[in-house]
């Protein structure tokens, strides 16, 4: 069974950091592309990273503050996030890229506020 669990998550202010962590399972995980993904209060999910075997590619308004990593030995995906704004506070998801439908996980919520 497909199974994303993130982790990580917490309330900070401006411009502190946060490292997301998500521990995949029931995939091959090294085949694929994966990403990370947030969804604010009253918006659309939205891509926010993604990385493949020797690549990577970020949303204009995280480019220069995300980082997104990979551990195929582990089956892990993380996210370094630094100069944290407010307008980051989401739940933030992993999955695949594209995403499997059926299979998002709960999420961990960031919350940048002073």
């Known amino acids: 069974q497909v199974q994303f669990v993130e982790s990580g998550g917490g309330l900070v202010q401006p411009g502190e950091s946060l490292r997301l962590s998500c521990a995949a399972s029931g995939i091959m995980f090294r085949i694929y592309a994966m990403a990370w993904y947030r969804q604010a209060p009253g918006k659309q999910r939205e891509l926010v990273a993604v990385i493949g075997a020797d690549s990577t590619n970020y949303v204009d308004s995280v480019k220069g503050r995300f980082t997104i990593s990979r551990d195929d030995a582990k089956n892990m995906v993380y996210l370094q996030m630094n100069s944290l704004k407010p307008e980051d506070t989401a739940v933030y998801y992993c999955?695949?890229?594209?995403?499997?439908?059926?299979?998002w996980g709960r999420g961990t919520q960031v919350t940048v506020s002073s």
């Open positions: 999955n695949r890229h594209p995403p499997f439908a059926d299979y």
